[in-house]
């Protein structure tokens, strides 16, 4: 067999593969000893149809067709191995070149490739900022706030009453086919001024504010202009006419702040256990929040300076990943991908480009990077982290609800996939741990983050890439000879 390898730009590689002219009469007789064993010919048995019968039957072009699939299939891995290609997603048959002798042309896309640079040069502080007193007191204040009573009232709305409501809000400017009514008229509940338990910024800042001083009855209708960075797609840049209608007003009794308070709230005895436990929990949040916001600030900085190639395909199935799980998501929402398209104002080729495909590069540049900061790190997991892996999925499968038979058995794929998302989780954090050790300036001296830091994962925490297949695509037809 002669291969003929040529690079291409877009990491892949042609590989022209011709063989002996005696290896097509070879697959030719397979094919027909396969095509006797599938198809019915008149006079024979399944499989023991003579080679010039099945091809008088079915037709050369045929049999010959189904001979350079065979050999394709067969040869395939041959030539990657012969040639040493790595593919990093499935080739493809770009031309049959002759058939007599078998002269075949394959796309062969390589496997991605990552060159880190200079990424122990990366300096950045970690810091964790405390808990304010102030972030325990609100988070208080809206435990009393859900459990105030409400009692209604016939004067104009203060701060802290509870306002009952209904609105609407309308593009003024809806562009052609655009669906003003970006907030369909809807019932919904406010506090007034410093809201507690709302969103505060919903439906825009300050909306809560403005209901002071209405009473039962009165209308109100407010324009609100949304910045280009709105994380609502639908109202970037857009200017929305709000209609409101109040239709009751509540006073809040907020329920003291003693003992007996904190008993009714949670396992607690007194106040000062309540405020240690809301606390603890703030810190861990706070925590999760700041690694999360340092890692993948972190992680993009590896990237800047590396060098990071793969061929396109591996992006279209990235793009294809995650086109799925946005359908899925769209439809808990009880909508079609169509009918969200059109909400955005966007057709599914420019959300593609603008949306999804930026994302799935960054995506992969990040699975890339944090795959070969593991291996030039040598970040291994030890026996402990696969042990505690399966104790952790042990505590996630008992912590759902029971089957409903008895004989019922748990799927052992769930099981495998839950303890491997674990240990790809483990892994993560162990790589992420280490770029902080570099980051912060300790270098191969310091000492390893206390058992128990486990930073917050990012975008930079992504699965594996699944291995590459090693059978090609096959598109091309053989030329008439």
């Known amino acids: 067999m002669k291969l003929d390898v ?21 697959f030719m007789r397979r094919a027909a000893r396969k095509i006797s064993r599938e198809t019915r010919i008149p006079g024979f048995r399944p499989g023991k149809a003579p080679y010039d019968m099945v091809k008088r039957h079915v037709g050369e072009e045929a049999l010959r067709q189904q001979a350079v699939e065979d050999l394709v299939d067969d ?68 435990l009393r706030t859900n459990y105030a009573t409400a009692e209604p009232v016939e004067r104009p709305a203060e701060d802290g009453d509870l306002v009952y409501v209904k609105f609407s809000g309308k593009l003024t400017k809806p562009v052609e086919g655009e669906d003003e009514n ?73 329920p003291e702040l003693n003992d007996a308070f904190a008993q009714t709230v949670g396992q607690f005895e007194t106040v000062a256990d309540l405020h240690k436990a809301v606390q603890e929990q703030l810190e861990v949040a706070k925590k999760d929040e700041t690694d999360d916001a340092y890692y993948t600030s972190l992680i993009d900085k590896v990237i800047e300076g590396a060098t990071i190639k793969y061929p396109p395909q591996v992006l279209e199935h990235e793009v294809e990943h995650m086109m799925e799980h946005v359908k899925e998501d769209v439809g808990r929402q009880g909508m079609e991908l169509d009918a969200y398209f059109k909400m955005i104002d966007k057709d599914r080729e420019k959300y593609i480009e603008e949306e999804i495909r930026p994302a799935a590069r960054r995506r992969i540049a990040r699975s890339l990077v944090m795959d070969e900061l593991a291996k030039v790190e040598e970040v291994k997991l030890e026996q402990d ?42 892994f993560n954090i162990k790589v992420l741990e280490r770029m902080k050790v570099i980051a912060t300036g300790h270098g191969d001296d310091a000492a390893q983050p206390a058992e128990g830091e486990t930073p917050g994962e990012g975008e930079a925490a992504l699965a594996k890439k699944p291995a590459a297949p090693r059978k090609p695509r096959t598109k091309a037809k053989p030329k008439a000879e």
């Open 182 to 254: 970006v907030f369909p008229e809807r019932p919904a509940q406010f506090i007034v001024g410093n809201d507690v338990i709302q969103n505060r910024d919903w439906p825009y800042p300050g909306f809560n504010e403005s209901l002071k001083g209405l009473s039962a009855g009165d209308e109100k209708v407010a324009k609100h202009k949304y910045t280009k960075d709105e994380k609502d797609e639908a109202l970037r840049g857009k200017t929305v006419e709000f209609t409101v209608t109040v239709q009751s007003i509540k006073a809040l009794h907020l």
């Open 385 to 426: 982290d696969y042990n505690q892996a399966i104790t952790a999925t042990v505590s996630q499968l008992q912590s759902q609800p029971k089957p409903r038979k008895a004989k019922e058995k748990v799927n052992p794929d769930l099981v495998n996939n839950m303890t491997m998302n674990e240990l790809s989780r483990k």
């Open 6 to 26: 040529q690079p291409l730009e877009d990491h892949q590689v042609k590989v022209i593969a011709e063989m002996e002219p005696a290896v097509l009469e070879e």
């Open 75 to 142: 040869y395939y891995p041959k030539i990657l191995d012969e040639a040493q290609i790595k593919p990093g997603a499935t080739g493809s048959l770009e031309e049959i070149i002759s058939v007599d002798p078998p002269k075949l042309s394959f796309i062969i896309p390589l496997e991605p490739t990552v060159e880190l640079g200079a990424y122990k040069d990366i300096r950045q502080e970690y810091t964790l900022d405390v808990v304010k007193e102030t972030d325990i007191d609100e988070f208080i204040q809206r």
